[in-house]
């Protein structure tokens, strides 16, 4: 059933201003900068998600609206080639125009045309495009997200490791003090996998269908920043055994040996690899010392697989991952980090993408990408589900991304 207009205004409104909320804390030097290509600055976030709505809802569905300016067709579109072309994602941070003010005067724009467009739709048009402002609400928590990740990272190659957010923002969600790890039994069998048609989803969540699973066991939390420094201390990124060919040959050319955000702490000197108090972590509330307990995150995913293998496990099937989502005993499934899997992104047997221009959405990206599941310290409230399907380039480390284990049993 579709949303009633007050439903949809509602949830309209509270995406919206979440994201400026998310921005609120930065500068706006902070929010133009681009610290890497595959990152974009939160003023291009904040203009995208906006393009969005006004590309592909008012400028269609709203008789007689005019864009903001027409050139941000050019700036802001993302991927979408049918939508024309576009100012190169590399090149992002070079748009100091326009000003953050007025890519909030635009954001006022488009939000107001949305609440005419919303305010005079009748019954059978507000259930023919309701999908469609849904589907535009979340392709803006994704951006939400991304926010926080490309802000953290930019803020990282910052000398002075500034704060983005109040330390608790991350200790509610992200750290905490770990159990010694459970193996839990699942029986494997037949099961039934994706999106069952309740709610909202992504195209890429379905179609269901059945999946034959071995037995197997699975790690009842996370693996944690203590374990992970006991890999580090055992030689993890000098042991080619113990690494994938490409992620070998990745750590060798880039000369990695601990995650993305881990530094040696200049106060303790140099020390032993294992002597944790050597290590300082930045993340939301700034560099800090490193937490034991808390989930390791801003793995690759060679790095989350070398770790398996040096761990004497493996990283889970997506299939794997989501028929444990609900077992027994089963602990941090969302809300700390994306876990990793084993599976490739591919489609479901039986996908089609959606129709129009959001078919660009998510099939054309199902090749050399990973698939993750659960969420993040950064993952809006809401945002997550059982069947959700995030992926990734298989070296990215800039995403909240970590390690859940399973063994065959």
Not at 29 to 36: K, L
Request: aromatic share 12%; hydrophobic share 35%.
């Amino acid at each position: 059933m579709p949303m009633v207009v007050p439903e949809l205004q509602h949830a309209y409104d509270e995406v919206r201003r979440h994201s400026m909320a998310l921005a609120e804390p930065l500068s706006a030097e902070d929010q133009n900068v681009q610290s890497m290509p595959d990152a974009s600055p939160t003023k291009w976030h904040l203009a995208h998600t906006t393009w969005f709505f006004e590309t592909i809802v008012l400028a269609p569905h709203l008789p007689g609206y005019r864009p903001f300016d027409e050139r941000y067709a050019y700036l802001f579109n993302s991927y979408y080639e049918a939508l024309g072309p576009r100012h190169a994602r590399p090149q992002r941070g070079l748009l100091t125009r326009p000003s953050l003010q007025e890519v909030h005067a635009y954001r006022r724009h488009v939000d107001e045309s949305m609440a005419r467009l919303m305010s005079t739709l009748d019954e059978s048009d507000l259930a023919a495009l309701e999908p469609t402002i849904t589907l535009g609400l979340h392709h803006e928590q994704q951006h939400q997200e991304l926010i926080v990740t490309d802000i953290v990272h930019a803020l990282s190659c910052n000398p002075l490791m500034p704060v983005y957010r109040p330390e608790a923002i991350e200790t509610e969600r992200g750290a905490g003090h770990a159990q010694p790890l459970e193996w839990l039994r699942q029986p494997g069998g037949v099961v039934s996998i994706g999106h069952d048609g309740r709610g909202f989803a992504f195209d890429n969540e379905g179609p269901r269908h059945e999946f034959l699973l071995r037995p197997y066991e699975i790690a009842h939390r996370l693996v944690t920043c203590g374990e992970y420094a006991a890999f580090i201390a055992d030689g993890g990124y000098a042991r080619p055994e113990l690494w994938l060919s490409d992620g070998w040959a990745a750590i060798q050319r880039e000369g990695l040996r601990a995650p993305i955000y881990w530094f040696r702490s200049e106060e303790s000197g140099h020390g032993e690899p294992d002597d944790l108090e050597n290590w300082r972590v930045f993340g939301l509330s700034g560099l800090r010392a490193l937490e034991p307990g808390a989930p390791v995150s801003n793995l690759s995913f060679y790095e989350a697989a070398a770790y398996a293998e040096w761990a004497g496990a493996r990283l889970p099937t997506e299939f794997e991952w989501e028929a444990a989502f609900d077992a027994p005993g089963i602990e941090q499934m969302t809300e700390h980090v994306w876990q990793w899997t084993r599976s490739s992104y591919d489609p479901y047997p039986g996908f089609r993408p959606l129709a129009g221009v959001a078919a660009e959405y998510n099939g054309k990206f199902m090749v050399g990408q990973q698939v993750l599941r659960g969420g993040s310290i950064a993952t809006p409230p809401g945002h997550t589900r059982r069947t959700y399907r995030n992926f990734f380039p298989p070296a990215a480390r800039w995403q909240f991304t970590g390690v859940r284990l399973v063994r065959d049993n």
